[in-house]
């Protein structure tokens, strides 16, 4: 099956700093990438969607100022998460979109860890 | 976003026994999906089915479909001590073509060896 990768898988920084995680399709083109956030024992929310060249597009209560997301190319979409505070700790979780004919999938990357101390 | 409900919350059996979990959802959609996700790991994707199907097998994994009652259930049969994980149904919703999915708020399955 397809693979998509993030990076980093696991990352701690400081309170106030900008941390980025990069979402890449491997062996396919993905227009559109999904990132969702997942707290501890619950559910993925949906954050905003990926597509390239445009501007993304952020679910209601998401502040596209504090989580940016740049779709530069077809393999390629990156979050970063600015200024952030420790209720950002996270696992943040991205998706590419794979539309072949009829077919239509998304493939998940593995999560990036996010702690904010 | 609207996310389902899944119920149990969370369900601990006996190695060889069925589990059984089940979804519901709120909108039309094109189809429903199933995902296992291993404690902090990412997703992997179980099995689909589509909104005009109503019962749908893989190995020892068999999910219904209603679309009238809008729900799904996921029956793992002869479970393993490695089915442990928590489970989730996504839904594509129908109307426009984004693509987005919606999570259910999952089922945590622990299998006793």
């Known amino acids: 099956g397809a693979v998509v990768s993030q990076h980093p898988s696991r990352v701690i920084c400081k309170s106030g700093t900008s941390v980025k995680i990069e979402c890449r399709s491997l062996d396919f083109q993905a227009t559109t990438m999904f990132w969702y956030r997942q707290f501890p024992k619950q559910s993925l929310m949906l954050m905003a969607t990926?597509?390239?060249?445009?501007?993304?597009?952020?679910e209601q209560g998401v502040e596209k100022d504090k989580f940016l997301i740049n779709h530069a190319s077809l393999t390629l979409s990156t979050l970063t998460v600015t200024s952030a505070h420790p209720e950002d700790s996270s696992f943040y979780i991205c998706s590419a979109r794979r539309t072949s004919g009829i077919t239509d999938t998304q493939y998940f990357g593995p999560g990036t860890r996010l702690t904010v101390l | 976003s609207q996310q389902g409900e899944e119920d149990p919350q969370a369900l601990s059996i006996q190695e060889g026994e069925n589990a059984t979990m089940n979804c519901s959802y709120k909108?039309?959609?094109?189809?429903l999906q199933w995902y296992r996700q291993n404690s902090g790991r990412g997703l992997v994707h179980l099995i689909l089915?589509?909104?005009?199907?109503r019962e749908k097998h893989s190995g020892r994994l068999r999910v219904t479909l209603d679309t009238s009652k809008k729900s799904s259930s996921l029956l793992i049969t002869a479970s393993r001590a490695a089915d442990t994980a928590s489970y989730f149904c996504a839904t594509d919703a129908r109307s426009g073509n984004t693509g987005k999915l919606i999570f259910g708020q999952g089922t945590t399955l622990q299998v006793k060896p």
């Open positions: 990926s597509n390239e060249g445009s501007k993304a597009t952020y």
């Open positions: 909108t039309s959609i094109n189809n």
């Open positions: 089915i589509r909104s005009n199907e």
